[in-house]
Every structure is written in structure tokens, then in C-alpha cells.
């Protein structure tokens, strides 16, 4: 028998580098529905998929791809929601090559099956045609729950719980709902338009928003349990930048990354004037670390009109955390990097604005507890480089400002909310908790995967008690 | 939208009252709080301190001065109108406690945000003097509010139209020679507080300060309010806006004010021709 011609992966169109690096347009354009079906017959349609124990929330992975390989949309759309709730932004942003296609079997010799991008094509389409039929809610049961923090783990608590029967009412500290979604990642990555129209579909399965409401300011815990509310999930996220603690550190042009990418994202600094919030743009900017929120800083500062976009990172390329595709995409647009390097100063002029970074170069050592090789400075390998915005993207912790002014609820030695790994019922009676505020910052899915352990928790301590 | 019920214009219109329908955090604001407050769509988000609030009728006030483009936005926005977002209440209420004589500074709008914690200081039982300036008479505001909420009530001007002939320091100075004073809040445009506490670490007086560096979000998760107090570095939105004056680093926040100042020029020029066409 003639071996079988051999499918190769297809590739996702997407803007040109030089062209991109000077917009805020997607970067990908989405695949056609042609190239969906090539590609989703390349899946082998194993038996037993080891794709979908890589996924966090268990996406009937050859389920729906085989769906679109009978050009079968908006059943492959169907079959994606009964697990994921946010296909749209999950295809976009999920690191694949650590989870789903990172296990599959085609990867094992070629390129894996381009699951990210089937799951992202289904949701557009569906997005676009909007053929599938709304879910069928439950019979009213009477309960309120009160969904605390709008992001991933929030929006997956609301739809869920929606949908079996309760009523749900999401508070939302900032102006718009959506979280990391919509402050922190940015608009060429994912489209804040998916996002909306997202939370749009839970308002119209009944879902109620509160935006402006600081849960521990503007009303707390307690007064939500006194107003009726029969349960409360928090998924207030890890809101809480960390800086170098270096000396210069407050001079005029050194943000947090949340900072940077709030302005240019929610409010849409890119855009000013015609948006009134203005942002730094840098001519020579850096930015310290290299997970994704730093490939999206340095991302944004480009496309804000920098000369030059450094990277900055004390570990080597190895240990980058950020997803394969933005390094590529980062690279490809002109982004610079310096590994293995340490910032240890910031220098300024007289008016209090950076013009400058000492940094010292590093070597690797021995593994550290979290198994990474520790960086270890070279002495005498002091360097300075010039720059007028530093962006510090060097992780996150856990925002106080809810858990304190919050009685009985149990935090661990890092401040973040103690939940049942299984249950994400936290040590306050009626309250769950899950996403970044419980895992620290991770992932879209898990935070999503958090949400729908608890909305089935919550169901059943509303149902038929603990 | 938060509707906006009473509207006031005072300091020859630079400065302007706005009651705004708000119930929620009307029902939860302490003194010294503030709250974060957007026009529009495309608007940018603006900290203000609630100079009162009403929980019964459900209304905050806030008073500001015009000093750019959204301020400017702020002010064409007529009663009936509104602001499509207020978030609050923020920030960490005044610490109050009966200390004995406390003295209060204000200067321009500061005065606004003295108010209610010049108010608060005296319910709970203290003795309270009160100093507000301004430049010249007719940009005096709150001159009938502050005499309720002290006991004594000193004015001046810088340039002698009204009251005394001088700055506030001045008179705070005068008033510290005469011994006794346990305690003092200075709120006012940033060189005026520095120069506060100046003179009263001289005297060894305790004294509060609330500070105003640029926000964004006002949850403690953007760091743009930064600021250094005692060496270390505090964001104002969450750990302040008050402050102990004598470690705060003005020079510092007098710096980090400029942040932006070329993009709000040119921001506030464009509207201002706008409206003029
Ligand atoms: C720039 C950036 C890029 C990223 N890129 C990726 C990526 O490519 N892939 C990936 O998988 N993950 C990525 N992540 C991580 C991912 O976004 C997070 O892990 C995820 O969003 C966490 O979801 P969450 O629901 O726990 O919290 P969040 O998304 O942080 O949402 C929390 C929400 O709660 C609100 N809130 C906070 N406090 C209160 C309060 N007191 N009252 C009311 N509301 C409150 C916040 O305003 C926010 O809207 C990225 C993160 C950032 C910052
Ligand atoms: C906690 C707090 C309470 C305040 N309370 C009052 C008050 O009661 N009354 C009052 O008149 N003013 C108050 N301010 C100051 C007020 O927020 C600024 O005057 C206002 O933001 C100016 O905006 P603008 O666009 O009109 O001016 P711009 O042209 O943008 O700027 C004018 C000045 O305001 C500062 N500024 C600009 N944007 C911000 C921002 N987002 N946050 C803070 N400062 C900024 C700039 O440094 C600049 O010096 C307060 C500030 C803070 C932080
Ligand atoms: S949700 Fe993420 S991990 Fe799961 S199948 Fe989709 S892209 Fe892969
Ligand atoms: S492991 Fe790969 S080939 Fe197998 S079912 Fe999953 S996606 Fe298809
Ligand atoms: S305003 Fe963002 S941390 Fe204070």
C-alpha cells in the first residue's frame, strides 16, 4: 500500500512583520475555511488523544476536529463550548505547545496538529455566523451568587452557574469587564471585541454586570452575604506589580508593566489624542523579564513609535516562560534580546526622567528549588544602556486590597487565598475562590479550569448542601 | 451614568462644585477618601477627594480646579448630565482621634479636600484652628464651610486683599509660636506642603499630608502613584493619600507631577480651541 501523503502543517496567515510592528491590528488573519479542514485532517483521531489530558479543561480535542473536518462548523463549535466557555481567546492566547499540542502524538515526528488554531477558527466562525443555538438554561432555582472579578475565572463562574439556573451578578472593580483580557493583553494579540462580545453573550442569558464596584470599598463580602447573596466566587486576579526595588526606580519613565499596558490597553493611550489618557512613548525602551507580559510590552513600545525594544532577562533562553509564538512574533519584529543580564541601576537627568540602565551580566549555577539553573553575576561585567522607558515586567502578587478588608478568609505565606484544590471552597463559609488570586499569575485556562471546579461546587452546596 | 444634581461655580469659575447622584459609595465614604471619576467614553480616569457626601440622599460632592483638558471636561458638564463612571470610595479613610489642638492648613483647592477631615477632626472632640489662603479674595472658596468645621478661622491672601498679607506658613507659624499644638494637616499644592513641614519639624509637631501624584486605576495595581515616604516606597491609592509629612519625599513628587506635562498642554489647547470654535 502507497504510504499516505504526508499533510503539512498549515500555516496561519498573518501581517507582515515590517507592517505590523506599526499597528495595533491583529496579528494573525485568521485561517479560511479551507485551510481548517486540510488542517484537521491531519489529526489521526487516536483512540485514546493524548492531546486532551495536555488540555486543563479537557476539550473533546479530536471530537470537535473531526466535526471540522466534515466542515461541520457551528456541531464543532458546540462540541468546543461543553468545555471551554472562551474558545475565541483560548485558541489565541493558550501556551499549546505546553499543553494540548505539546502531548500530541503527529508532534511526535512533524509538527502537532495546529489545535490553537482549529479551535480559534470554530469560534470565529461561529462568531461571525452565529448559527449555534444558545445553551438551555436551567429552571430558576432561586439562588444568588455574587462572581467577584470579571477575567477568565470570573466570566467561566458566571456562565456556568447561569446556565444552572441561578442568578449571577459579576462585580467589576475596573470601567470595562474582561480582566487581563482586556487591560493586559493586548489589542494585536487578541481583540478586545472578542472579549465584549463574550461577556455579552452571558448578559444575554440573564448574567447581570456591576463595572465600578470594588468589592472591599465600594460594598464588601459581608454586605453581599446581608443583601441576599446565597454564595461568592473571587477571581480578583493577581493585581499587584512587583518592582526591582533598584536604586532609580521612581524616576519619570519607569512603569510596571500593568501600569504601561493598562493605559495603552483599556484606555486606550495608542490612540490618544483622540483618547485622553497619554502613555510614555519611549525611543529606546527596555523591558525587564520575558514571560508574555513582557513580549506584549515590548510589543506595544514598538508599535508606539520606538526606535529600538529590548528584552531583559537575568535567566537564559531556555528558561524564557513567555509562549513560543509571541518570542517568535517578538523576534521577528525587530525586538532585541539580552539574556543572562541584570539590571542594578536606573540612571536620570535633572528633571527626574530616566536616560539610562546599569546592568551586570550573569553565568548560570547550580538549580535552584524551582529546578531552573540560578543566575550568578559576573563580577567586573558592568554595562550601562541608554533608554528613555523602562517597563518592569517581572511578575505579579497578590493584590491586598480585597483579602484584608475581608475577616476569615485564610491566606498562605504569600498572601494569596487559600482554596481547596478540587473545590476552590476557600476557609470563609459560602465563599470559593480561584484563578491568579489563589494559583498566583498562570494561565487563561486554568484560571477558566478553577472557575468551572467551583460553579460545580457552588452548585452543589446550593442544591443539596456541602 | 452618575447624574449630577448640583452644579456651583466658585474662584471666578476656575474651581467648581459638582453634587453627584452616587448611593453607593455616598453610603460607604469616610473622610479623606477619594474617588475615581470618567466623563466618557474616551475619557481618562481622574482622582478627586469627596469634599462631602450626603448617605441619606445617596449624593458625593467633589470640588476641583480646572487645570487641563479633563477638568475642562468635568466643567462643561451641566447639571442632568452626568459621568459615565465614579469608582470609589478609595484610599485610606483619616485617622481620627481626639488629640487635643490640632491645626489646619489649606491652600487653593486644597481647602476642598481639608474640608471633611477638618470636620471629622472636630467631631471627635478636638480643638481645631484653621488656616486657608488663596492668591487674592476672589479665589477664597469654603470660607463659610471651614468657619463651621473649626473653631477659630484664619485667612489669608498672598497679595493682602483679604484677611491677613501673606502665606498660610505664616500664620501657622504665628500660631505654632503659641505652643501647645498636638497635631497638624496641611493639604494645598505640593510646595505649599513642603514648606508645611518645614517649619513644623522645626517645632516638632506632628503633621499629615495628602498627597496627589497621578493615578490610574486607585486599587494598588498599576504602581503609577508611587511615592516615597520614609525611604520606602508607598503607592498613594491604597496606602495613602495621608501621609506623615515629615518623610514624605516632595521633591520627589514634584518631579513625577511633570510626567505628562507636554501631552496635557497639547491635550488641553486642542480642546480648548474646540470649544472655542
Ligand atoms: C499582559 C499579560 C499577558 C498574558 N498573556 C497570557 C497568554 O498569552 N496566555 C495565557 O494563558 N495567559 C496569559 N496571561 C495570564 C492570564 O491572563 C491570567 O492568568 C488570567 O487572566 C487570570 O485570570 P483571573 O480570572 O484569575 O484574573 P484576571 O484576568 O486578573 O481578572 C481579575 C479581575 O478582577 C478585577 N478585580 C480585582 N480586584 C477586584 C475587587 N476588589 N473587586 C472587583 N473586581 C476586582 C480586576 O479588575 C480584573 O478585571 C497574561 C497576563 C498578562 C498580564
Ligand atoms: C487622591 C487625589 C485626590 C485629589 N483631589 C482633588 C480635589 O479634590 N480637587 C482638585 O482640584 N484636584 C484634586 N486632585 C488632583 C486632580 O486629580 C488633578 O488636578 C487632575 O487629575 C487634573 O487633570 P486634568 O486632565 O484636568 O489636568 P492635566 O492637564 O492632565 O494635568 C494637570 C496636573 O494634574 C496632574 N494629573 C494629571 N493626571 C492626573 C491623574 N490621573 N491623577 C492625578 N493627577 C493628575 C498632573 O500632574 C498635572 O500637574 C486629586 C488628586 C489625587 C491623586
Ligand atoms: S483550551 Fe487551550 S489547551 Fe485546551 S484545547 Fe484549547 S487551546 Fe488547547
Ligand atoms: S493527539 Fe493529535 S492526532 Fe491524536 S487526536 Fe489529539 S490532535 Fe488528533
Ligand atoms: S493608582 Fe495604580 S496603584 Fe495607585
Redesign the interface.
Known amino acids: 500500500m502507497a504510504k499516505k501523503e504526508l499533510i503539512p502543517r498549515q500555516p496561519m496567515p498573518e501581517q507582515a512583520p515590517e507592517v505590523r510592528s506599526k499597528n495595533f491590528e491583529e496579528v494573525p488573519t485568521g485561517q479560511s475555511p479551507e485551510t481548517a479542514i486540510r488542517e484537521a485532517e491531519r489529526c489521526l483521531q487516536c483512540k485514546k488523544p493524548v492531546c486532551v489530558d495536555g488540555c486543563p479543561v479537557g476539550v473533546d480535542i479530536p471530537g470537535f476536529i473531526s466535526l471540522v473536518k466534515e466542515g461541520k462548523f457551528t456541531a464543532a463549535i458546540s462540541k468546543v463550548w461543553e468545555k471551554n466557555g472562551l474558545p475565541a481567546v483560548c485558541g489565541r492566547v493558550c501556551p499549546q505547545e505546553l499543553q494540548c499540542e505539546g502531548k500530541c502524538i503527529v508532534g511526535k515526528k512533524n509538527e502537532p496538529v495546529a489545535i490553537g488554531n482549529l479551535e480559534r477558527f470554530v469560534a470565529d466562525y461561529e462568531r461571525m455566523n452565529k448559527k449555534a443555538s444558545l445553551p438551555e438554561k436551567a429552571a430558576p432555582t432561586g439562588k444568588k451568587i455574587a462572581v467577584v472579578g470579571s477575567g477568565p475565572s470570573g466570566l467561566t463562574v458566571a456562565g456556568d452557574l447561569i446556565l444552572k439556573g441561578h442568578e449571577v451578578t459579576l462585580f467589576e472593580?475596573?470601567?470595562k469587564p474582561g480582566g487581563v483580557l482586556v487591560y493586559g493583553i493586548p489589542e494585536f494579540r487578541l481583540p478586545k471585541e472578542i472579549v465584549f462580545s463574550e461577556v455579552a453573550g452571558l448578559e444575554k442569558l440573564g448574567v447581570k454586570l456591576e463595572?465600578?464596584?470594588?468589592v472591599g470599598?465600594?460594598?464588601s463580602l459581608d454586605e453581599l452575604f446581608e443583601e441576599g447573596y446565597d454564595a461568592i466566587y473571587i477571581g480578583v486576579g493577581a493585581?499587584?506589580?512587583r518592582?526591582l526595588?533598584i536604586p532609580g526606580?521612581?524616576l519619570?519613565?519607569i512603569?510596571?508593566a500593568?501600569?504601561y499596558l493598562?493605559?495603552s490597553n483599556l484606555?486606550?493611550a495608542y490612540r490618544?489624542?483622540?483618547?485622553?489618557?497619554?502613555v510614555?512613548k519611549g525611543k529606546n525602551v527596555i523591558t525587564l523579564g520575558a514571560g508574555n507580559v513582557a513580549m506584549d510590552s515590548a510589543r506595544t513600545a514598538l508599535r508606539l513609535g520606538a526606535e529600538t525594544s529590548r528584552i531583559v532577562y537575568r535567566r537564559s533562553r531556555d528558561e524564557v516562560p513567555a509562549r513560543a509564538a509571541e518570542v517568535h512574533h517578538a523576534e521577528e519584529e525587530g525586538v532585541e534580546f539580552f539574556f543572562l543580564t541584570n539590571p542594578t541601576k536606573f540612571l536620570g537627568n535633572e528633571?527626574?526622567r530616566l536616560t539610562g540602565m546599569e546592568g551586570l551580566k550573569m553565568e548560570l549555577g547550580e538549580p535552584d528549588d524551582s529546578g531552573r539553573r540560578r543566575p550568578i553575576p559576573i563580577e567586573g561585567s558592568e554595562f550601562e544602556l541608554e533608554c528613555d522607558l523602562a517597563i518592569i515586567a517581572v511578575g505579579a502578587g497578590a493584590?491586598?486590597?480585597l483579602t484584608q478588608s475581608t475577616e476569615g478568609l485564610k491566606l498562605n505565606k504569600w498572601e494569596y487565598i487559600e482554596a481547596d484544590e478540587k473545590t476552590g471552597k476557600t476557609s470563609k463559609k459560602g465563599v470559593w475562590a480561584g484563578g491568579d488570586i489563589v494559583t498566583g499569575s498562570a494561565t487563561v485556562i486554568l484560571a477558566m479550569g478553577a472557575g468551572r471546579q467551583a460553579a460545580d461546587s457552588i452548585h452543589d452546596y446550593l442544591t443539596i448542601g456541602w | 451614568m452618575f447624574k449630577i444634581i448640583a452644579r456651583e461655580e466658585m474662584a471666578e469659575g476656575t474651581v467648581i462644585l459638582n453634587e453627584i447622584d452616587a448611593p453607593l459609595i455616598a453610603r460607604k465614604a469616610k473622610p479623606g477618601q477619594f474617588v475615581i471619576l470618567k466623563a466618557n467614553e474616551t475619557g481618562e480616569r481622574i482622582p478627586l477627594t469627596m469634599a462631602d457626601t450626603n448617605p441619606e440622599k445617596g449624593t458625593l460632592t467633589v470640588i476641583y480646579m480646572v487645570v487641563g483638558k479633563s477638568t475642562a471636561l468635568f466643567r462643561d458638564l451641566k447639571v442632568g448630565e452626568g459621568y459615565q463612571d465614579i469608582i470609589g470610595p478609595l484610599g485610606a479613610a483619616t485617622h481620627l482621634e481626639k488629640v487635643g489642638k490640632v491645626v489646619c492648613v489649606g491652600g487653593g483647592t486644597g481647602v476642598a479636600v481639608l474640608h471633611p477631615i477638618t470636620r471629622g477632626l472636630k467631631e471627635v472632640g478636638n480643638d481645631i484652628t484653621c488656616i486657608i489662603g488663596s492668591r487674592t479674595k476672589d479665589l477664597l472658596i469654603m470660607e463659610d464651610l471651614m468657619k463651621a468645621a473649626s473653631h477659630d478661622l484664619r485667612v489669608c491672601t498672598d497679595d493682602g486683599s483679604y484677611g491677613h498679607h501673606g502665606f498660610v506658613t505664616d500664620v501657622m507659624k504665628e500660631v505654632l509660636e503659641e505652643g501647645g499644638v498636638n497635631l497638624v494637616v496641611g493639604i494645598g499644592p505640593v510646595p505649599m506642603m513642603k514648606a508645611v513641614c518645614k517649619i513644623t519639624k522645626e517645632f516638632n509637631v506632628k503633621t499629615v499630608v495628602s498627597l496627589n501624584p497621578i493615578m490610574v486605576d486607585g486599587t494598588g495595581m498599576c504602581g503609577g502613584c508611587r511615592v516615597t515616604v520614609g525611604g520606602k516606597t508607598r503607592f498613594a491609592c491604597v496606602d495613602g493619600p495621608e501621609f506623615d509629612g515629615h518623610e514624605v519625599d516632595f521633591d520627589e513628587l514634584m518631579l513625577r507631577l511633570q510626567a505628562y506635562t507636554e501631552e496635557e498642554k497639547k491635550s488641553y489647547n486642542e480642546h480648548c480651541n474646540l470649544v472655542k470654535q
Open positions: 472593580a475596573f470601567h463595572c465600578n464596584a470594588v470599598r465600594t460594598i493585581g499587584l506589580p518592582f526595588n526606580e521612581n519619570i519613565g512603569l510596571s500593568n501600569e493598562t493605559r484606555m486606550k490618544y489624542p483622540e483618547y485622553d489618557t497619554p510614555i528633571k527626574g493584590n491586598p486590597l
